[in-house]
């Protein structure tokens, strides 16, 4: 059931909020009861306001990504995302959304350093935008920095498997945990995240076994993308899976043929304003009496 309005009587832009109808961390924390999750988690990514009312009466957790970076700035990675962008970003879905947990991406280079670095950065997006979590990479070595947070007040998702941030250490964004060792490392990436404190983890690009053994393992919800059936919660970025793109990754699926859409759409219109066809009487102001 969709609980979302919109209060046409102000703006397009203005939803009816209804307080204390926003998912809580702890309530997605409890989610997962006994090391298993009856119903799985659904996160979409949603860098606007107008994509995070479309998605937010189907979510449990909206995440503003720093996929934000490709997909809405065409850049070539993640790495270049600043504080500002997902400042900006994440109070936009903060104010179309009020229903689903909103986590805002801590992006490259500004947490990485120290604790205190992560918190000043982390408590700027949380003051700026509203959202209710932070999301940042890393496993055992972000793990000091999880728990320094988490004890400030400011709730972390960790992100372990294929870190898209650290594409360069990683030399591409294939399939991790191929080999013994670096399953070994990123299941002890993902319980360190899960000690340090974290209330859930994304999972990411890994073979499926692994991805089965962290869900297994972890206390907390496991959010996969690129993972398993098997994770108690599935996230995509949103673009991808509405076929805005004309590559997809082999773990999208394609939920609908968007840019197939927007094309017709547009090449619609095109031909119409160019024959003078658009617009007619109907779209234009005829004086009175006329
Ligand atoms: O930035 C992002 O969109 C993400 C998801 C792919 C998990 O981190």
Do not use: W
């Amino acid at each position: 059931m969709s609980t979302f309005t919109i209060d046409s009587g102000t703006s397009r832009a203005t939803p009816s909020p209804v307080p204390g109808k926003r998912v809580t961390v702890p309530a997605i924390r409890a989610r997962k009861n006994g090391g298993s999750t009856t119903e799985p988690l659904v996160m979409l990514t949603a860098y606007t306001m107008r994509m995070a009312q479309l998605l937010d009466p189907h979510c449990d957790i909206l995440l503003v990504g720093d996929s934000l970076g490709q997909v809405i700035y065409g850049l070539p990675s993640t790495l270049p995302v600043t504080l500002d962008m997902m400042c900006a970003h994440g109070a936009a879905v903060v104010r179309g959304s009020f229903h689903s947990l909103v986590v805002v991406d801590m992006p490259f280079g500004s947490y990485e350093s120290s604790p205190e670095q992560a918190f000043a950065s982390a408590s700027r997006v949380m003051a700026e935008t509203g959202c209710s979590a932070v999301k940042l990479e890393g496993g055992v070595a972000m793990a000091g920095s999880i728990a320094f947070l988490g004890a400030r007040g400011i709730p972390v998702m960790g992100h372990v498997g294929l870190t898209p941030q650290a594409v360069n250490a990683l030399g591409g964004y294939g399939a991790r945990g191929k080999s013994q060792a670096e399953h070994a490392k990123i299941l002890d990436d993902a319980k360190a995240v899960a000690q340090a404190g974290a209330f859930a983890c994304v999972v990411e690009g890994v073979l499926e076994p692994l991805a089965d053994a962290a869900t297994a393992s972890l206390d907390i919800p496991v959010i996969g993308i690129g993972a398993s059936a098997k994770c108690d919660g599935q996230v995509l970025v949103t673009e991808d899976m509405l076929g805005l793109f004309e590559r997809t990754p082999r773990f999208v699926k394609r939920y609908a043929d968007l840019a197939t859409e927007i094309g017709e759409a547009a090449a619609a219109y095109a031909s119409e304003v160019r024959g003078r066809n658009f617009p007619t009487v109907e779209q234009t102001y005829q004086p009175k009496g006329a």
